[in-house]
């Protein structure tokens, strides 16, 4: 008889110890699916980001000096000369200055994300090729297109309406610079040097 007294408590023992066990389980199971719920709600991602190449790699004296003259009109849509020109001509405009501590981009690559995208139509256009082409962000490239469409609306208003309609003036379907497709309505006046341009017009309405 007491030896089946003995196993009896033996059982209530190890039942005990059994469920003991399982609790701390629950409570490990519990306290592991609160700290990963704690990791998700801090982290604003689970998995590394490819970030696009930053835009810095894209150097002033390495575009303006060392890029081949074909290359750079692909990109650019004019030659160096005439760029360089239209960059002096809106490098003043406050449109490229603020407030902020950080400054803006220079304008030569502003302008020159803007004028890629004037010379292309369609997919080619598209803010995913900027972003690629260019290592800056979708908001970035439109941010640089709207400026430069404002600071070479700007300049063109200062011509006279008279002396915008003449004879130097050339379309962009017939400029060799900017091709038929891109923007609507982007138009040069070209003066009297070859490649030399006054200013470059750009409709808001077409882009």
Request: hydrophobic share 40%; net charge negative.
């Amino acid at each position: 008889m007491a030896v089946a007294i003995m196993d009896e408590e033996n059982d209530e023992l190890l039942n005990d110890n059994l469920t003991a066990d399982s609790d701390l389980l629950l409570i490990s199971d519990v306290d592991d699916v609160s700290e990963m719920l704690q990791l998700v709600q801090s982290s604003r991602y689970l998995v590394d980001r490819e970030r696009a190449i930053s835009a810095t790699q894209f150097h002033a004296d390495i575009f303006l000096q060392t890029t081949p003259n074909s290359r750079f009109r692909t990109r650019a849509r004019m030659d160096k000369d005439s760029f360089k020109l239209v960059v002096d001509e809106i490098k003043d405009n406050p449109v490229f200055y603020n407030r902020s501590p950080f400054a803006q981009a220079p304008v030569w690559l502003q302008l020159a994300v803007a004028l890629d995208r004037f010379g292309h139509y369609g997919s080619g256009a598209s803010l995913n090729r900027s972003q690629e082409l260019w290592g800056i962000g979708k908001g970035t490239a439109d941010d640089y297109t709207d400026r430069v469409i404002k600071a070479l609306n700007e300049l063109s208003s200062r011509e006279e309406e008279g002396d915008i309609m003449d004879d130097d003036f050339a379309s962009g379907d017939n400029d060799p610079f900017l091709f038929r497709r891109g923007i609507k309505r982007c138009a040069i006046r070209k003066d009297r040097q070859p490649g030399g341009i006054l200013w470059l017009r750009a409709h808001e309405s077409a882009a």
